[in-house]
């Protein structure tokens, strides 16, 4: 059966992809690839080139994330990294930059916006003072592509010389606070990567999947079907080369390696990293070492058996607390480099069988679920071949109605059976179910409402706290993901809430419950306000540029901070539903 025209994917402000390209291609007459350090000194035409040489040479690359809140405090931070892991022997052969999530909003609007955790470059001197701080390759992958600001921060690092810019999957999922035009994110994104394409220089288009909808399919397929429509994308409709980077949510051995597999099987484009999986961070710095050695190990021989151009990404074992400091990156550059000394012996027992076999799975089913959303999206109207077209009804129909759609597992009454059940989703399901079988009923006069929302793109609190307490029957009023304070507030009077409940995680957990305080009073609302996540800030006055903890803070707001479910449990039961 043809499904209808869905006018709320398509939208007659958009500009046809051609021209959008045509503009990129104008531009890139003025904005060309400039040098820098890590491309003087390597010799290299660029990062895809380094690439393929040490996939040649069987060379494992590693990658370091690395972000603070002041430009120097950076610069001086990634010189620090690289010479110290130079002189013990380690080599760091890239920098991702962690921009801060202002840096998505066109330049005229940056100063006025809510700062995160990461960094603030200024124009284009910034980036060149960022890829002249070591002779590594520099990574713009944060709120570059995908955002508002796409084309000025993308000829910025082009300028200063950097080869791989990103992040395609951020495209799909980012919102920055108090911006809405998908229309006006989507032409400056097409328009860059025109920009990209019309370069003589090769330079990587880079999507984390992770960032974009594979954090959040219930179906592992669809997100190796995702890697194929990116790729058509990028690489068929608009020209560029994509490189792929996962990671995060990829907890398990066998289908961390099964994925990388698959990968390589459907793109000879150089990855660029493998993200380490940083949702199994879960404990203290001594405990997450063991996360970090069994994601590692994996990646490891993964690109040992399938040289893809991916470098890996030992993430220091302080991620679950806050950004890490210098000497966190070290360490943790230097127990990768020694533990890829140790890793091929591993490798005549590792059962490869198993890993081909459920990349078959994955390729197969990820076929069938780009073949179907193609031409689902074609059938309802969008023009596919039209890029920025493509893109937004994309975006616009999001991951849960794509994979309701077009996913590749059996249709079953409420969801589809994933062929291979991605491991987030069964480990929060898990946890909830297991946390609510050891609780006391809730015994209110009647069942009560409470509305949740995110302040930002980290939706698995939100997923976990609604999937508790659904199953302790609390209705749940859902308010969405990044959602301003006053909308949140909005949806709460609306919906008649007796709570209001946040999952926060950017940094900004202080100043996001005080407007959301000053919203309640505007409207005489008095309901309590739950909140939970990363409750902290990075004060402005702030020389570390680290972010400091504002619980108390938060508690002398009048709202209720909750460190877990067992907290949130209490502050609940204090509620008496209005009659
Ligand atoms: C997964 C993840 C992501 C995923 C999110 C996928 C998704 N769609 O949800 C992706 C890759 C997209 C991502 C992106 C980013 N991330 Co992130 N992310 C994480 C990570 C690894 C796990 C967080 C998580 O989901 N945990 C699972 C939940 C269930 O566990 P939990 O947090 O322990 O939750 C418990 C409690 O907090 C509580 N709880 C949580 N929420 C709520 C809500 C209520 C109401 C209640 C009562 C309780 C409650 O209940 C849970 C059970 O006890 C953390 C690091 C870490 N290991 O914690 C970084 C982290 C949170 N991310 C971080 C950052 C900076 C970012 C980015 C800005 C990076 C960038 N430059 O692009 C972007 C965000 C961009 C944006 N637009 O907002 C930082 C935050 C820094 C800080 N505040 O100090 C962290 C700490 C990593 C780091 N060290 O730098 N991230």
């Known amino acids: ?118 960094i603030v470059l200024t124009g284009p001197e910034d980036f060149a003072r960022i890829t002249n701080a070591a002779p590594a390759a520099a990574h713009f992958g944060d709120f570059m592509l995908g955002l508002p600001a796409a084309m000025e921060n993308t000829r910025a690092a082009i300028a200063a010389g950097a080869t791989a810019v990103g992040n395609l999957g951020q495209y799909f999922t980012f919102r920055l606070p108090y911006w809405d035009d998908d229309v006006a994110t989507t032409e400056a994104t097409v328009t860059a990567l025109g ?225 291979i059940h991605a491991e987030w989703a069964r480990e929060l399901n898990h946890k909830a179910v297991t946390w609510v079988a050891a609780q006391q009923p809730l015994d209110t006069a009647r069942s009560l409402t409470i509305c949740i929302g995110t302040t930002d793109v980290h939706e698995h609190g939100k997923y976990l706290v609604e999937q508790a307490l659904q199953r302790m029957g609390v209705t749940i009023a859902d308010a969405g993901i990044a959602v301003d304070p006053e909308a949140l507030v909005a949806r709460a009077a609306e919906t008649g809430a007796d709570a209001i409940a946040i999952s926060t995680y950017n940094g900004v957990a202080l100043r996001y419950a005080q407007a959301v305080k000053t919203a309640l009073a505007t409207r005489g609302l008095a309901v309590p306000v739950l909140i939970g996540g990363r409750l902290n800030e990075v004060p402005d006055e702030s020389n570390s540029g680290l972010p400091v903890d504002v619980t108390r803070d938060i508690a002398n707001l009048g709202c209720l901070p909750c460190a877990d479910l067992d907290e949130m449990l209490s502050a609940i039961r204090a509620i008496q539903p209005a009659a």
């Open 195 to 419: 920009l990209i394409a019309a370069q003589d220089a090769e330079i990587l288009v880079h999507s984390n999947l992770d960032d974009g909808f594979a954090g959040l399919f219930i179906d592992m397929a669809c997100a190796l079907g995702m890697v194929l429509i990116e790729k058509h994308i990028v690489e068929d409709l608009i020209g560029a080369r994509l490189g792929h980077c996962y990671g995060h949510h990829f907890s398990d051995p066998l289908s961390r390696t099964a994925f990388h597999a698959a990968l390589v099987r459907v793109s000879d484009t150089p990855g660029t990293m493998i993200f380490g999986n940083t949702v199994s961070y879960q404990s203290i710095p001594a405990g997450n070492y063991a996360s970090l050695a069994s994601y590692l190990l994996a990646d490891i021989l993964a690109v040992g058996r399938w040289p893809s151009g991916h470098a890996i990404n030992p993430v220091p074992v302080t991620e679950n607390q806050r950004i890490p400091d210098v000497d966190e990156i070290i360490d943790a550059q230097t127990f990768a480099h020694r533990l890829t000394l140790h890793a091929p012996f591993y490798d005549p027992v590792f059962d490869w069988a198993k890993v081909e076999a459920m990349a078959d799975v994955l390729v197969e089913g990820g076929r069938r679920f780009t073949g179907a959303a193609l031409a689902g999206l074609a059938e309802r109207g969008v023009d596919i071949e039209d890029p920025a077209a493509l893109m937004l009804a994309i975006r616009r129909m999001g991951p849960r109605r794509m994979e309701a759609l077009f996913g590749p597992g059996a249709a079953g009454p409420s969801a589809r059976t994933p062929l």
């Open 1 to 118: 059966m043809t499904a209808e025209v869905d006018p709320t994917l398509i939208d007659p402000r958009l500009k046809p992809g051609a021209d959008l390209l045509a503009e990129g291609r104008a531009m890139a007459r003025d904005w060309r690839l400039g040098s820098c350090r890590f491309l003087a000194e390597t010799g290299m035409p660029s990062e895809a080139a380094w690439k393929r040489k040490a996939a040649t040479e069987r060379r494992v690359m590693q990658h370091a994330h690395i972000g603070f809140r002041s430009v120097d405090r950076t610069v001086a931070a990634i010189g620090e990294v690289h010479d110290q892991c130079r002189k013990a022997g380690v080599t760091v052969d890239r920098f991702g930059i962690t921009l801060d999530w202002s840096m998505g909003y066109p330049q005229a609007m940056r100063a006025k916006a809510a700062r995160g955790t990461g």
